[in-house]
């Protein structure tokens, strides 16, 4: 009876390491091609890694929790199906991969020949489902979020049609338990506050208390705090930043909003200011192409400034998982509606852990929306590869004068760094005020 050694792949995205996120299977189980074995975390996203053999799982070769570099055996299948020949799939890691067959199996993602199974071939029923000790029923995100908010799923009612836990039931049981106040603002034990002994006669200078680790806690940086980190340091110390603000009097843009959320056309979108400041952005960029542009090393010692003739708006957004910057791919040529169903989808995929790499590539410029935040400005940071990210404050009724008048007005401050070898101050000043021409009076957009 064969046994074959399954190794990480690269899921396509340049991949050198992933973390095992949960297994979903065990010794024992009888698995079929294209059934789902684990569960992995990527710099960039979660993925679910399906059989290229039917067999047995013999031994699972990595733990939960382990960080495995691509090419390394992570799990063995006995008397599998299937098998590659001596050269089918052989990577440059030296791991043979499983070519598609017949049935249209394939090593990562779903194959050609119909729907992945989720589980073990073997059907559960739902009672059991929901109950066994291999696991709750839950998707991916689902579970990520649940182990964010340190909510045990076994604890927690499931409500889906088929008796799996949604992520409304975890958030539902988190705010239950106030596990969202713990995470965002933990409570401090007053013992946290010490006092360092100072010698008899001395000046602070005795020895230090003795490290207390019980009060501190080690996280691991992986994943995609690891590759977010990474890309902050490359782009802070290789793109010289210069950063503008202005104030505006974002009252017209409230008074858009709010007419396009009772419009036919907008029922069944959700529509905020960013909506409008996403398409500022795109007129502006319009207007000052070099803010939409890369700068590029060539291996020569050389250099060139590529202008791109499209915009792919990044819109950065907090996870569970950390910052993700997914981006709309030729944003300049959406519609209205069409945009606000764009950034709709984008927003709720990047909140339930669903953005895949290919979202997460190729961004022109970006946007931050630290206004959700209560932030007024900020001075951020370019994505890599980029050369200009905007900020948008939180929005606030502010007296303004109008016509000589001090009235209530709806005002945000807009501002934006930008790469300084790409952009020169007058083209940077002339972006921001353009954006904030749009916010002010949103019905240039009609130029």
């Known amino acids: 009876m064969s046994t074959q050694t399954f190794h990480l792949p690269d899921v396509g995205e340049g991949l050198t390491e992933a973390e095992i996120v949960q297994w979903r299977v065990a010794p024992g189980d009888t698995i079929a091609v294209n059934d789902v074995i684990v569960e992995i975390e990527t710099a960039k996203s979660l993925v679910e890694l399906p059989s290229p053999f039917a067999g047995t799982i013999g031994e699972l070769l990595a733990a939960e929790g382990d960080t495995v570099t691509v090419g390394a055996p ?188 009772t419009s036919p056309d907008f029922a069944d979108i959700k529509v905020s200011p960013l909506l409008i400041m996403a398409r500022a952005v795109i007129w502006a960029v319009r207007r000052t192409p070099m803010v939409n542009s890369a700068w590029i090393d060539r291996e020569d010692g050389s250099a060139e400034i590529r202008v791109r003739n499209y915009v792919n708006l990044g819109i950065a957004a907090a996870t569970p998982r950390g910052l993700l910057v997914p981006n709309i791919k030729d944003a300049q040529s959406l519609s209205m509606r069409e945009l606000a169903k764009a950034l709709e989808k984008l927003t709720l995929t990047a909140r339930e852990g669903r953005t895949s790499p290919a979202d997460q590539q190729g961004g022109t410029i970006t946007i931050t929306n630290i206004g959700v935040f209560g932030m007024d400005a900020g001075t951020p940071i370019i994505n890599p590869g980029e050369s200009g990210i905007v900020a948008m404050g939180t929005i606030r009724q502010k007296p303004w004068v109008v016509d000589g008048e001090v009235r209530p007005r709806f005002v945000t401050t807009v501002s934006g760094s930008f790469d300084h070898r790409v952009i020169d101050g007058d083209g940077m000043s002339r972006f921001i005020a353009d954006v904030a021409s749009i916010l002010e009076e949103p019905a240039l957009l009609l130029d």
């Open 74 to 261: 992570i799990i063995t299948i006995v008397g599998a199906a299937g098998t590659p020949d001596a050269s089918a799939g052989q990577s440059e890691h030296g791991e043979k991969h499983a070519e598609p067959d017949a049935a249209g199996a394939v090593l990562v993602g779903y194959g050609t020949g119909g729907a992945v199974k989720s589980r073990r071939s073997r059907p559960v029923p739902r009672a059991e489902a929901v109950r066994q000790s291999a696991g709750v029923v839950a998707k991916p995100p689902v579970r990520k979020l649940a182990r964010d908010l340190d909510v045990d799923l076994a604890h927690v009612t499931p409500t889906g049609p088929a008796g799996e836990v949604t992520r409304d039931d975890v958030v539902r049981h988190a705010e239950q338990a106030s596990v969202f106040r713990n995470i965002a603002t933990p409570d401090l034990p007053a013992e946290r506050e010490q006092t360092i002994p100072v010698a008899a006669g001395g000046n602070g200078s005795g020895p230090a208390p003795a490290l207390d680790e019980s009060r501190e806690e080690a996280i691991p940086v992986k994943g995609v705090r690891k590759a977010t980190a990474s890309g902050m340091v490359r782009s802070a110390y290789t793109a010289p930043h210069v950063s503008v603000w202005t104030d505006v009097d974002a009252t017209r843009t409230m008074e858009l909003v709010k007419r396009l959320k």
